[in-house]
């Protein structure tokens, strides 16, 4: 029996954590039920279709928000208009940077997302009670800082073939962590169009096409209706990720 299972008959958790698998793999696990009571008294969830914007870039965050579903989009703005994706968060990530008043990125939901958001001091609050909570997020931002560096190497270093390859395993790696790559091909949607995959890689839609092509020739991903992804064996993505296939 999984943790929102158990969690169903506990008077003591709040009804909306009750059966959502977030809170257990984000930063609510952290809480304990009296602390999760206290803040769900600020908390509400809301949907987002792909395209609308979350947070504007240097906007005075008043909330933050667990991802419940989804795929959200960070993006930097350039004073000319020129923008650059940076970065891409997946359930159960924590949006936001906590005792920051300004936000420096743009957030877009990359696809319809959930997310469960609270305000930016009840959540500060808590921190101070809370280590665990504390812990939680340090080690989120620890996890970001490591992706980030991972795709430094990956836009400074790998080629074309390599790029795609990372990009699909990104994506396959974090769309359900409940997914254990043993139990058969991993399936996603893209989340990104073929424009902002080239913008994110640093690639034209023309290369970024024909290296998808590339990568389903060679038997390493099968791909439906343009948009679906079939990974059969993450492995294999994996070794493409850095060698040409």
Not at 7 to 23: M, Q, T
Request: charged share 30%; proline share 4%; aromatic share 4%.
């Amino acid at each position: 029996m999984n943790n929102a299972r158990k969690d169903i008959h506990n008077s003591d958790i709040p009804v909306l954590c009750r059966a959502c698998e977030a809170r257990h793999r984000g930063i609510c696990g952290a809480l304990t039920p009296a602390q999760l009571v206290k803040l769900n008294q600020h908390t509400k969830q809301h949907s987002y279709k792909s395209g609308q914007e979350l947070q504007s870039a240097d906007q005075e965050v008043e909330r933050y928000s667990n991802i419940l579903r989804g795929v959200v989009k960070l993006t930097k703005l350039l004073a000319d208009g020129r923008q650059q994706i940076v970065g891409l968060q997946f359930a159960p990530d924590f949006t936001g940077r906590p005792f920051r008043r300004e936000s420096h990125v743009i957030a877009d939901a990359a696809t319809d997302i959930q997310v469960c958001s609270f305000p930016r001091k009840s959540l500060e609050e808590l921190i101070g009670e809370s280590p665990e909570l504390e812990h939680r997020l340090h080690t989120q931002a620890l996890e970001e800082l490591d992706e980030a560096r991972e795709w430094m190497l990956t836009l400074g270093r790998k080629n074309a073939g390599e790029k795609v390859a990372s990009f699909l395993f990104l994506i396959a790696s974090h769309v359900d962590p409940e997914i254990d790559e043993r139990d058969g091909p991993i399936s996603f949607e893209l989340p990104l169009k073929r424009s902002d995959i080239a913008d994110f890689l640093g690639l034209t839609i023309e290369t970024v096409s024909r290296q998808i092509t590339k990568l389903r020739k060679a038997g390493v991903i099968e791909v439906e209706n343009n948009r679906t992804v079939i990974v059969p064996d993450l492995d294999r993505l994996r070794f493409a990720c850095e060698r040409e296939t």
